[in-house]
């Protein structure tokens, strides 16, 4: 055999890629437990003639129990086995039981490294469906590459540490719900959770939260309704005082008509007078009530716009302002976008 003179160890031989995944061991491979080291290979390199005889036997019995449907414990041989003997090909046969098994992310794995060493490491064929379980699998896997800048931040993922920032970690999850945070000192938790979904590929530079104080309004609006309301006041102070003017030359006028007990009778233009009094009284009052009130407001506006924090994703954040400018043609000035 070509590949077995090559050095390849013999794995199992798929008649179809991942369609073959409900059929019996003995139905849809051929199992073959011969071992060639001969030639120059590159997964041979260091390993002694001891460790592929024992890798070779610990591979034997794994193929046995494959063969009988005994995934589980098929899995545990070939695993001993690549302790002593780092094998394209007991890789291949270990990512095939670990597919009955239904371990996405562990196929996948192990299908990387049966395919490492191209198709020289494996038997005639057996790259090709190899290469072909790698392609189902990912389908049914998300690439999920996260990085971050920010020196000293932790990056969890279902709160298992990645790594510590600055660093980028690449690897295929299941689909689904995965909790992804980063933290660090000083800095408010970040949650960068999402729903992933299978066959995607993801990308997530992660930038820390920060923290932002807003108020509700203007901080200069509550203080202009306490002005006027100031502003009010004093306007009703000078009618009231235009009023007491009214009055007093009223009185004045009544008190200079009536004197040596006479009997007065206001001219016209002395009730006038105390008409206008009357206006600028009522009109004090009625300023009076309006500066009251919105000298209230004014306070309810301060205590109501004190500073609140609010939690601000840097990747989200969107200017309330663009302005472009606009050079060409018949067009020259200056294009501005409000965001609201």
């Known amino acids: 055999m070509r590949r077995m003179m090559n050095g390849a160890l013999p794995g199992l031989v798929m008649t179809v890629a991942l369609l073959c995944a409900w059929m019996t061991p003995a139905a849809a491979q051929q199992l073959q437990n011969k071992l060639d080291t001969t030639g120059p290979v590159p997964w041979a390199h260091g390993v002694s003639p001891q460790q592929q005889q024992a890798a070779y ?20 041989k070939y695993r001993e086995a690549l302790q002593r003997w780092d094998h394209p090909a007991i890789h291949y046969n270990l990512a095939l039981a670990l597919l009955r098994l239904d371990q996405p992310i562990e196929t996948h794995e192990h299908l990387l490294e049966a395919l490492r060493h191209g198709p020289e490491s494996l038997e005639t064929g057996l790259y090709e469906h190899a290469s072909n379980y790698k392609t189902l699998v990912e389908k049914q896997l998300v690439r999920l590459t996260l990085t971050c800048d920010e020196p000293g931040t932790t990056v969890t993922m279902d709160g298992r540490p990645l790594f510590v920032a600055p660093g980028r970690h690449e690897a295929m999850v299941l689909p689904g719900p995965h909790s992804i945070i980063a933290n660090k000192a000083g800095h408010p938790l970040t949650d960068r959770s999402r729903t992933l979904t299978a066959g995607e590929q993801v990308t997530l530079n992660i930038k820390l939260d920060v ?112 302005v472009t400018p606009l050079i060409g043609g018949d067009t020259n000035g200056l294009l501005a976008t409000f965001r609201f």
Not at 262 to 278: E, F, H, M, N, V
Not at 317 to 322: A, G, H, I, Q
């Open 57 to 76: 036997q610990l591979f034997k019995a794994g193929n046995a129990l494959l063969k009988e449907s005994v995934f589980a414990q098929a899995i545990v």
């Open 211 to 322: 923290i932002e104080y807003r108020t509700r309004w203007p901080v200069w609006m509550p203080w202009v309704v306490v002005g006027s309301g100031l502003a009010a006041g004093a306007g009703g102070a000078l009618l009231h005082r235009g009023a007491a003017d009214s009055y007093g030359t009223f009185d004045t006028g009544v008190l200079e008509c009536a004197k040596d007990g006479r009997s007065c009778i206001p001219t016209q233009q002395l009730a006038a007078t105390r008409t206008r009094g009357d206006t600028l009284q009522r009109v004090a009052f009625g300023t009076y009530a309006l500066g009251g009130a919105a000298l209230v407001t004014g306070a309810v506006l301060l205590i109501l716009n004190q500073p609140q924090s609010h939690r601000i994703d840097p990747a989200q954040r969107v200017e309330p302002v663009t």
